[in-house]
């Protein structure tokens, strides 16, 4: 349990943010806007980057590709499962006419219920999660390209010159 307890205290703190982001735009009535969702990236994006920055600096050498990944994505599903649940509450008992607004601004007659709606965001949600954490692991990773401390790069073979 030890090992989650870092993703889980940021998967607390994105989830935090993208709740008072959401009532912030709540407030404007700019909640139904799906322009707006853009911000939930950009929360979610800073958290992840932030856990898997904190665990490289924590673990110094012992970085691993493995347990960066996973620090992101534990963050980023705690994140989303809590903000999920979150709409929910909100979409069904804080204001009940939430979703009919939401749906209004898509052309079409749509008959879905507040579940549906919370099951995309949850997706939405994972998928962002995913993405961005393999985006920034690719700037942890250690390269193949630099020279460790001898001068050699990882993989690089020397030849000795028999004669």
């Known amino acids: 349990m030890k090992n989650f307890t870092l993703p889980i205290r940021f998967g607390i703190a994105i989830s935090a943010s993208l709740i008072a982001y959401f009532l912030f735009?709540?407030?404007?009535?700019?909640?139904?806007?799906?322009?707006?969702?853009?911000?939930?990236?950009?929360?979610?994006?800073?958290g992840i980057y932030e856990v898997i920055k904190y665990y490289?600096?924590?673990?110094?050498?012992?970085?691993a590709y493995a347990n960066g990944f996973k620090q992101g994505l534990i963050a980023g599903f705690v994140g989303t499962l809590i903000f999920s649940a979150f709409f929910l509450l909100y979409a069904t008992e804080v204001n009940p006419l939430f979703?009919?607004?939401?749906?209004?601004?898509?052309?079409?007659?749509?008959?879905?219920?507040?579940?549906?709606?919370?099951f995309v965001v949850?997706?939405?949600?994972?998928?962002?999660?995913v993405v961005l954490t393999l985006t920034f692991m690719q700037l942890f990773k250690d390269s193949r390209n630099t020279?460790?401390?001898?001068g050699k790069r990882d993989g690089e073979i020397t030849l000795k010159k028999v004669s």
């Open 25 to 46: 735009l709540a407030l404007f009535n700019l909640h139904t806007n799906p322009i707006f969702s853009l911000g939930n990236g950009l929360i979610t994006a800073f």
């Open 56 to 63: 490289k600096i924590k673990v110094g050498k012992q970085f």
């Open 99 to 118: 979703l009919a607004q939401l749906l209004e601004v898509f052309e079409g007659q749509y008959n879905v219920g507040a579940g549906m709606v919370t």
């Open 122 to 129: 949850a997706i939405m949600g994972f998928s962002t999660t």
């Open 147 to 150: 020279p460790n401390a001898e």
